[in-house]
Every structure is written in structure tokens, then in C-alpha cells.
């Protein structure tokens, strides 16, 4: 009896066992109940009342330490001596420091040791953990930028931003939710804008990795209790449930960067834990030969997908090494020393074919060659863990020094990472945005005219598709050509309607530029590039009040918008009121010393006031600035006569 009631219990154990397995297994079968869209966000702060010890982790982690004010305190930055930029390519000098605790950023240029322009802008947040940058975001009115330097925390210098290293964007770059949405928690953008927020939080939040709370939350305090070492707790995601597939998706949304395109419909804040990312997004990398030296920053999911151990593996994914809620500084080296071991299970001494004094002098660590620090192609001054695991010797370029590998690199063409294959329109898509946002090289267009060749002509968006390449190929009589093919009441993309009406405005077409733009304003109104093309259409219709009413509120909206002051104080001066106009002119050039268009409408009105000797000064800047000026080559003439 016994031994039977023995055998009964195993059987039990196993049928209780049987039945997890099923559970877990059902993980990735049942859809979890906060991917609804009407469940809401909770907030961080309700999150740390139950899981208090979790949240003090994980403030310490990079994700935690993201995205912060601009203090003192979050700043990694030195401000000494050496803190000072020079941009030999703009002629800029870049100053950060701070005062009564606020940040700032002095821009400007010297003439031998005059001072001759200087811009002051406040530094609203600083982005990045400090464990490789900190860059700094301004807020005009809740409308971002990025500041044009930054501080890389391994070097300890400041430089350019990335990307300001050939081009200096100076206080103009727009920072959208794409980025904001990864480096941080999710703002809360502004209806008809792109880039105006009305909220802006202050780090990346529990829901990020766990999706909403809401359910959670009342499930909890009504007293509705899951034994998550039995089964699954279906009202919050745990990615540690999740497939392999869906854990990496995750990771993905924002450690792949790259072409992110939008599926139709959908925005930067419908991903959700526990979905395909394909569902909201796909996203695409350029490949290039012989580069694995090579790569962006923000690319460890895709390089970790190209390691032999990760194909080989069913389960090897971001979380068999990273803890979210524990800091990647503070995780001791055998974490991921035992994460490698959990599948070469043989001794260590057996596996490792260096020499042992070698192996001593990597401190034992395999990731030290097996995923050495590397340089991006990217962000200057960092060195990052290259995800891509791979034994010494097995990539080409490896042993190529840096310009040999560049010398050999070829551009091979975009690859989806977010599904197996992309559709001829998704593909083309790409190659337009690759175009827009990274290589204005016509060899792109090129490869996007291949796709869009393929198609049928039944597709949806093909019409947009179509607009959008003529106009990147500064085709304008293409694009008023095929904006004929349908009536401006079908078209609903505001982006197609200004590419429409700027190329009108190419051939003087005002009347029906005006038609595109007011439409493209309705749909997107506090679109500051629509609307300064709109109230710039308005001007050379003669429609002076509606242009200034347009100015004005850009100007209401945002203070420091050159073009527009250029603009508003044209339309002051056809309005009679020339002191005003000058006003708005030197305001726009306090912002912008090199807007030719400024002091050449600047240097009329001092003609206009009899004044040719200030004009004359003005004029002598327009030419140094553009040499060929017909206008201001011609207004020159006219006071030397």
C-alpha cells in the first residue's frame, strides 16, 4: 500500500508538472489583456508602491538613468576649462555651463578677438545614462531640439553631436517621438504637431517592458492573487514568459535602429509587450561587405541575431544575459561568463583554445573576445560590447585596419529585420526614407525606383509613393504632373499635399500651391515648416493680413524661427511699417549670423530710408556669404552709382 501510495503521488507530481508546462507553454497561445487599446498607463509611481525594491534597481540601470532636467546632479559632464567646442566648418565656438542651477549652451563667433554673434539657449533635459554620452534637448514652448554639442563620458570631452560632425544643425533638430519614444518614457505629443509636447516624463517607466497596468492594478487591489511560479499572470506581461520571437521584438523596438517605418495607421506608441513589432512597425538596416567592424550604435539585436550562437540556440535571447532591473556596470563578469557555460557545459579550461596567460589577461571574461568593444559608425567616442559573438578570425575585415575597411565596404542594399520578406511597396518605402533621413545619394532613389516598378498600379499608397520619389529626385514638374491624376479632396496625407504645393510654388504656381498647403495646415496645424511655406504663399498672393496672421502665430508658437521673422518682416515692410521690419530682421539675424535673406531685405529698407551706407555693409555680408548674389550684386551697383 505504500509503495502504491507512493506511485500515486509521483503521478500527481507529474500531472501538476504536466499541467505548468502546459500553462507556460500557452504564454505565447493567449493574448494578454492589457495589449487592449483601452487599457490606460498607471504611471512608475503606482508600479514602486508593491514592487519597491525592483524600482530602486532599476533606477540604477541605463534605461532608469535615460532621460532626466538638466541638473547638475544628472549631468556626467565636466565644465572646466576644456569645456568649450569649436566648429571649424561653421565657425562656431560652443560654451556649456551652468547658472543658478540651469544649464545653458552659449554659442558663438569671434573676428580676431571681437565677439560678433552670441546665442544663449537653456538646456531643458540631458538624454543618455552617462555610460556613453549625455546629450541635451531645448524645449521652445514644447517643441524639441537637439543642442549641437555633447559629452562622451569615456573620453571625457566634449564634441559635435553626433551627426553635426560634417553638418552643424546648430539649434534646428527636431527631436519626434521616434526618438523620444526610445530614450524615454512616452511623452504626450500635441494633436496636429510633430514634435510640440505637452507632457514630457522623465525616464523610461515599468510599462515599457510590461505594458499597461491598469488591469493589473485593479486586479490586485480587488484581491484577485496569481501564483506566477504555477502560471501566468495574464493582466501584465512578463517578458520572461514571452517566446523567444516576442522577447526580441521587444528588445528591438529600440535597440535596432534604422529605418523605422510606420504600418499604415499606426504610431510610435502602439507597440506594446507581448506583440509582433511588425504589427505597428518594420524596421530596416543598410548592409555593406566586409563590415562587421562597422556598425550603429543601437544595433545589438541585429547583431546578435547574426551570431552563430544564437542560431544554433532556441532560447539565447537579450534577457539569458541582461537583467532589466539590474544596472549592466554593476553585474559582475560571471553573469555572462555563466551564461556562455549554460551551453558549452564543458570546463571552461577545455574550451578556451588561448593560452592560459592569455586567458588571464582577459580576466577570464569570454566576452572580451568573443564580444569585443568596438567604435560605431554613428556616435563618435564610444566603445560598445559588440553583440555579434563570434570566435577571433571568423569576419574578413577583422584584421583590416579602419580605412581599409571603409575602402572595401560596398553598399549591398536594405534588409528587413522585423519579418522574414518585405512587399516591393514596403521595400520601396524604405529606400525613400533611407534617402530622406540618412544617404542623399541618387543611387538610393535608383534602388527605390526598382520597387515601385513592381508594383501594379493597385497598391494603396502607391499615388503617395510616387510624389514622394520626384520630389526627392527634385523633380517638381513630375510631381505636379502626377498630383493631376487625382482630385486634392481624395488626397489625405498632409506630407503629399506639401510636396505638392512647394513644387507648384517652383514654377510660381501660387494659386494652386496655396489650394495644397492650406489643406496640408488643416490636417497638421501646428506643423511649423507647413505653416511658413503656407504664410509664404500667402505673401506672393498679395494676401498680406493672412500672412502676417500665419507669422504671427508661428512666432506665438516659437519665437526662434528665422524664416519666419525673415517673412513677417517682409510683409511689414509692404505694410508700411519699415522700423518693425528691421526689427524682425535683426532678430532673425541674432539667431542666424549667415541668413543671406535677412540682411539683403534689411540693406532694401536702409535704401528705402536713404541710408546706402548701412546698406552697404549689409550687402558687403550678403556677398561674402554668397558670392553670387544676383539681387544683392545688383543693389550694390545701384549705391556705387
Not at 517682409?570 to 549667415?594: C, F, H, M, T, W
Not at 532694401?604 to 550687402?619: D, H, P, R, T, Y
Amino acid at each position: 500500500m505504500r509503495l502504491t501510495t507512493i506511485a500515486c503521488f509521483i503521478m500527481f507530481l507529474i500531472a501538476i508538472l504536466s499541467h505548468c508546462a502546459s500553462d507556460k507553454k500557452m504564454a505565447n497561445e493567449q493574448v494578454y489583456a492589457n495589449l487592449q487599446d483601452s487599457v490606460g498607463y498607471v504611471g512608475m509611481e503606482t508600479c514602486k508602491a508593491c514592487h519597491i525594491g525592483i524600482h530602486q534597481s532599476f533606477s540604477q540601470t541605463g534605461m532608469g538613468r535615460s532621460f532626466d532636467h538638466a541638473s547638475k546632479e544628472k549631468s556626467d559632464a565636466l565644465y572646466d576649462d576644456h569645456a568649450l567646442v569649436y566648429d571649424e566648418n561653421s565657425d562656431f565656438y560652443y560654451k556649456p555651463y551652468f547658472k543658478d542651477s540651469a544649464m545653458y549652451i552659449m554659442e558663438y563667433r569671434l573676428e580676431g578677438i571681437d565677439t560678433v554673434h552670441k546665442r544663449i539657449e537653456k538646456i531643458s533635459y540631458i538624454i543618455g545614462s552617462g555610460q556613453h554620452t549625455n546629450s541635451h534637448i531645448i524645449d521652445e514652448n514644447g517643441y524639441t531640439f537637439q543642442a549641437p554639442i555633447t559629452f562622451y563620458t569615456q573620453d571625457k570631452k566634449w564634441d559635435m553631436a553626433p551627426g553635426y560632425e560634417d553638418k552643424n544643425l546648430r539649434f534646428s533638430r527636431v527631436l519626434e517621438s521616434e526618438c523620444l519614444t526610445c530614450h524615454n518614457h512616452f511623452p504626450e505629443l500635441v494633436e496636429g504637431s510633430y514634435h510640440k509636447f505637452s507632457k514630457m516624463p522623465t525616464g523610461i517607466e515599468c510599462e515599457r517592458c510590461h505594458g499597461p497596468g491598469e488591469i493589473h492594478v485593479e486586479e490586485k487591489r480587488a484581491g484577485i492573487r496569481v501564483d506566477t511560479a504555477l502560471q501566468i499572470d495574464y493582466s501584465i506581461v512578463n517578458p520572461n514568459d514571452l517566446s523567444r520571437d516576442l522577447i526580441m521584438d521587444l528588445c528591438q523596438r529600440c535597440h535596432l535602429q534604422g529605418m523605422s517605418v510606420l504600418n499604415e495607421g499606426k504610431s510610435f506608441y502602439d507597440f506594446k509587450p507581448g506583440m509582433e513589432l511588425s504589427s505597428v512597425m518594420n524596421v530596416y538596416l543598410p548592409r555593406y561587405s566586409n563590415n562587421h567592424k562597422k556598425f550603429i550604435m543601437a544595433s545589438q539585436a541585429d547583431r546578435l541575431r547574426m551570431s552563430p550562437c544564437y542560431i544554433k540556440s532556441d532560447d539565447l535571447s537579450c534577457i539569458t544575459c541582461h537583467h532589466p532591473h539590474h544596472s549592466v556596470e554593476s553585474t559582475p563578469k560571471e553573469k555572462y561568463n555563466n551564461a556562455c557555460l549554460s551551453c558549452h557545459k564543458e570546463q571552461k579550461q577545455k574550451l578556451c583554445t588561448v593560452s592560459s596567460q592569455l586567458s588571464k589577461a582577459a580576466d577570464n571574461d569570454c566576452t572580451s573576445c568573443h564580444m569585443p568593444k568596438s567604435g560605431s559608425i554613428d556616435i563618435p567616442h564610444v566603445r560598445i560590447t559588440d553583440h555579434f559573438i563570434h570566435k577571433s578570425g571568423d569576419t574578413v575585415s577583422e584584421n583590416l585596419a579602419d580605412d581599409e575597411v571603409r575602402d572595401i565596404a560596398k553598399f549591398l542594399g536594405l534588409k528587413i529585420l522585423t519579418k522574414p520578406k518585405a512587399s516591393n511597396l514596403e521595400m520601396a518605402n524604405a529606400y525613400l526614407l533611407f534617402h530622406d533621413k540618412y544617404v542623399d545619394e541618387k543611387a538610393i532613389l535608383d534602388s527605390a525606383r526598382v520597387y515601385l516598378d513592381k508594383l501594379n498600379g493597385s497598391e494603396r499608397n502607391l499615388f503617395e509613393l510616387e510624389i514622394h520619389y520626384a520630389f526627392a529626385r527634385n523633380d517638381f514638374a513630375k510631381v505636379v504632373q502626377v498630383s493631376k491624376e487625382k482630385q486634392l479632396e481624395s488626397i489625405s496625407d498632409e506630407w503629399t499635399l506639401y510636396r505638392i504645393g512647394e513644387s507648384f510654388m517652383k514654377f510660381g504656381e501660387y494659386k494652386q500651391a496655396l489650394s495644397y498647403l492650406e489643406k496640408a495646415v488643416e490636417l497638421q496645424p501646428l506643423d511649423i515648416d507647413f505653416l511658413e511655406k503656407y504664410g509664404i504663399v500667402n505673401l506672393q498672393l498679395n494676401r498680406i493680413e493672412k500672412a502676417q496672421e500665419v507669422f504671427e502665430f508661428v512666432l506665438n508658437e516659437n519665437a526662434k524661427r528665422p524664416i519666419s521673422l525673415n517673412n513677417y518682416g517682409y510683409s511689414q515692410v509692404l505694410s508700411g511699417r519699415l522700423d518693425q521690419a528691421i526689427e524682425n530682421y535683426d532678430k532673425a539675424i541674432a539667431l542666424d549670423p549667415d541668413y543671406a535673406s535677412a540682411y539683403l531685405n534689411k540693406a532694401a529698407v536702409q535704401m528705402i530710408l536713404k541710408k546706402n551706407e548701412e546698406a552697404k555693409v549689409l550687402l558687403q555680408k550678403v556677398l561674402k556669404l554668397e558670392p553670387n548674389n544676383a539681387s544683392a550684386i545688383q543693389a550694390m551697383t545701384r549705391i556705387q552709382k
